[in-house]
């Protein structure tokens, strides 16, 4: 499966962008989409992911402000993220599962300015 990432940039404090990942199979197939994120000299940590069965979970520091979705006829799920904060700047990368193996995005920078 091969995931490209798409939407970063560059938006002031309080501002919205919206995260695409784009699957390169129908993603009824995988059984976890997701996000994670990694800032500068952290470690990657969970944004939001979406379960098969319909569970979703957000990180508790993106909880009320991201919103995860998807578009099953373009095997696309997107992030949208609002009144983003400095502290999200970081590169999002895309994720998914299908059986025993896991998938990454290549990454899309977000940055956040005051």
């Known amino acids: 499966v091969q995931l490209q990432a798409s939407g970063g940039g560059l938006v002031q404090a309080g501002g919205s962008l919206r995260l695409s990942c784009e699957a390169s199979?129908?993603?009824?197939?995988?059984?976890?989409r997701g996000w994670y994120r990694q800032a500068p000299g952290k470690q990657r940590e969970l944004v939001a992911v979406?379960?098969?069965?319909?569970?979703?979970n957000y990180g508790d520091s993106v909880k009320g402000r991201f919103t995860i979705s998807r578009d099953i006829r373009r095997n696309t799920w997107f992030l949208q993220m609002n009144s983003l904060k400095p502290e999200d700047t970081a590169v999002y990368y895309c994720?998914?599962?299908?059986?025993?193996?896991?998938?990454w995005g290549q990454g899309t920078q977000v940055t956040v300015s005051s």
């Open positions: 979406m379960i098969s069965g319909g569970n979703i």
């Open positions: 994720y998914a599962v299908r059986g025993p193996s896991d998938y």
């Open positions: 199979r129908t993603i009824f197939s995988l059984n976890v």
